[in-house]
């Protein structure tokens, strides 16, 4: 039996074997006893993969001259290594669930707060890709190049969107030693200008170990009208089920299920990993009505009040402590009772979307969990099971039908969302593929009960402390004590490998590794009192950043406040250069130890500590590759630095379809031609070419032969031009041209149709997207696959182009 000592800095393990297990405690003895049992054999290797197994026979001239003696096969594994199913929920805060205080119906993570261990001191990085990142490698998340979201990656180390091999995913590592591995859902850690079918395929899930992956490899996606993938092959939207609506969580769970059967029947010798990664409840947060009505009337009087009811009922349960303080809501967000009254059932009715969307999520989780126990898997499979991947998400801003105005920068009003709404059916909308709604950031603030602040806020809990339950039922006694032990994300890794006693290797596939970030916690298993493994961990988030050491905790809140729309005063100067620096922020001093909430800030009673804990920041963020301080904010504010494919040319042959949006061109927001040479038939229909989404993008069609283009601009405004007279039938040539009227980000655009080289239409967009139009939809040319863009041709998707597209050629014009 090895034990794993923690680094000199007290926040990471070595992986070498101690002397110290010879003198250890009798109480340390007893909660390690578990992996004693799994094995009492070391299976170190220095170098992965393994190499290949010898052969026993020996060669002769002929068969009678040989001798045939194959050597038994030899397992890397001890006999009863666990199975392992990690799930993990995004953009969910620790105030939502009922399990620990929420009144979001959550009975699968019930079942595993009944069933086994809770932790309430587990924390996030405070956004998607890099806790994801984090989680997978064991490794900080600067330190393996996701200091920011995958599709806004810039040239600096720690924020270059790439998991270099040097931190080999666990993936990698359980695969080379004997698991069977996949991978579900949200994955959002593959460099964005990389995710087309022609890959490189080299970042992608089956690139980092996982022999089978299904789901998508971007931030979030319509749960109706996916852009998803198959290993490394695309999936095109799916289709109502046996009459049933589609729904990609619901997907996802089948899809995990049948890849567990097909495992039982195939690799029966062979223990699993399964990483099933919900895309819920990310932003748009989509689900049936009938599950959304569960909740009518549930949130009638707000968040203010749902947020002491939430409190109050995680004091009783004994998931927080009772000398723990409710944090005062911001006073840049809004109370519930300066809502107008005319917007309160559009707010009430987003909250009881995205709870029911929360209660299908845990429902498609349990579906999973009851197949693995129906199959006999149960016992020895160590589920672990996240609640968010940060906490609760505040990009809804005040409400939106329409979540990716708010990335986009671009101001609106709730009447202009309500009146959208409106035109599309009213509130009963909400939730179904027409709309891509998010709650207000209030709501957020809710979830994450009894912290401040929400994701995407590194400097504190409310965007980094995350339930999490853990259930083995032949390793780990049911113990309703919550493990209050300070723990990160990357300390999963090292504790699987700890409990399945295998050494962190050396060198995977040629490749050197880098050291292990993370510690192993596997001793608070079956003992809630077990001593910190944890002593230091630093967080930063695009200039939201913070220092724990030793029951204390240092953060400085940075230059951003993810519930009000834009960037502060000053941020940039008069030349439009970035004027903000990380020495204007104040930074708060918190004693976590005795204040759970970060209520008391002790900065100006103890200047001394706050200079020791910022000075300890610098050295963790420098060891972990994180400077600049905010890097992570370059291609936010500045969009035109993104990383993307260097083109500003395309010929497109007239069949091609589903390119993700990140890859394709700008059609949006650069001044461009789009010239399609096509043969036009009579009574010619169908789309030319359509961009993004009904949540937001831009298409040229034809209907009824009129020549036409849509750009909608979020749902909130859409400006259509269309030609006066039909088209020509036979050959024609279609140029629209896209001009900047004032250039500017979200500038107003001018569009130019042309047939046959005369203008035919023309008009004005008063307002263009600066970033993008989705995170998740494509450029298709000659039909719409996914969620469509306009609103004339709804009800006709894909409105497949009925004549000949031969090439569509886009340039660049700046």
Sequence with gaps: MKIFRNNKRGGGCNFQPSTASLFVSAPVMLALSLMVAISQTAFAQEVLPFAPKKSGSTAGLTMQDSVYSPLPAKSHLPEDAPNILIILVDDAGPGLPSTFGGEVHTPTLDQFANEGVTYNRFHTTAMCSPTRAALLTGRNH????????????????????IQPKSSAMIAEVLKDYGYHTGAWGKWHNTPADQTTAAGP????????????????????????????????????????????????????????????????????????????????????????????????????????????????????MGWIPQNAQLTPRPESLASWDSIPESEKPFQRRLMEVAAGFAEHTDAQIGRLVDEVDRLGYGDNTLIVYIWGDNGSSAEGQNGTISELLAQNGIPSTVEQHIKALDELGGLEVLGTAKTDNQYHAGWAWAGSTPYQ??????????????????????????????????????????????????????????????????????????????????HTQYFEIMGSRGIYHNGWFAGAFGPRTPWTPGLPKGFFDAKGNIAWTPDQDKWELYNIDED??????????????????????????????????????????????????????????????RMPEFTAPALGNTENIVTIDAVIPENANGVLYALGSFGGGLSTYVQDGVLSYEYNLFEIERTQIKAKGKLPTGKVKIEIVTKYAEK?????????????????????????????????????????????????????????????IAEVHVKYTE
Excluded at 456 to 468: D, E, I, K, Q
Excluded at 614 to 624: C, D, G
């Design 744 to 804: 500017k980000p979200a500038g107003p655009l001018d569009i130019v149709m042309k047939v046959n080289g005369k203008e035919v239409a023309k008009g004005r967009v008063p307002t263009s997207a600066p970033l993008l139009f989705t995170a998740n939809d494509c450029l298709d040319i000659g039909t719409d696959l996914g969620s469509p863009v306009s609103i004339d041709y709804y009800d006709h998707a894909p409105f497949k182009f009925n004549g000949d």
């Design 201 to 316: 395929f080299d970042y992608w899930p089956t690139g980092y170990g996982f022999e089978y992956f299904y789901g998508f490899l971007a931030g979030e996606a319509s749960q109706y009208e996916p852009n998803l993938v198959r290993n490394t092959t695309i999936v095109h939207p799916n289709k109502p089920k046996d009459g049933k609506p589609y729904h990609l969580s619901e997907d996802l769970a089948d899809d995990a299920i049948k890849w567990l059967n097909e495992h039982r029947a195939f690799s029966p010798d062979k223990p699993f990993l399964m990483y099933w990664a919900s895309g819920a409840i990310h932003g748009p947060q989509q689900v049936a009505n009938e599950w959304a009505d569960k909740y009518k009337g549930k949130f009638d009087n707000g968040w203010d009040k749902y947020r002491e009811r939430t409190f109050a009922r995680a004091k009783k």
């Design 142 to 161: 600067h330190r393996v190049g996701a200091g920011q979201i995958a599709e806004l990656a810039n040239d600096w180390d720690g924020y270059s969107g």
């Design 596 to 657: 759970w909430t970060q209520s008391n800030d002790l900065s100006e009673k103890m200047p001394e500590k706050l200079a020791q804990m910022k000075q300890l920041f610098i050295k963790e963020f420098a060891e972990n590759k994180g400077f600049p301080v905010g890097g992570g904010l370059l291609t936010l504010v500045r969009p035109d630095l993104k990383v993307t494919a260097p083109y500003t040319e395309w010929t497109f042959a007239g069949n091609i379809t």
């Design 453 to 534: 602040s929400t994701k995407l806020v590194a400097a504190h809990f409310g965007g980094t402390r995350n339930p999490m339950a853990i259930r083995w039922p032949a390793k780990i006694k049911h113990d309703t004590t919550p493990r209050k032990q300070f723990l990160h994300v990357v300390d999963l890794v090292p504790t699987i490998y700890d409990l399945i006693d295998i050494s962190l290797p050396q060198e995977v596939n040629g490749i050197p590794q880098d050291p292990m970030d993370g510690v192993s916690f596997a001793s608070t298993f079956n003992d809630a009192k077990a001593e910190e493994v944890r």
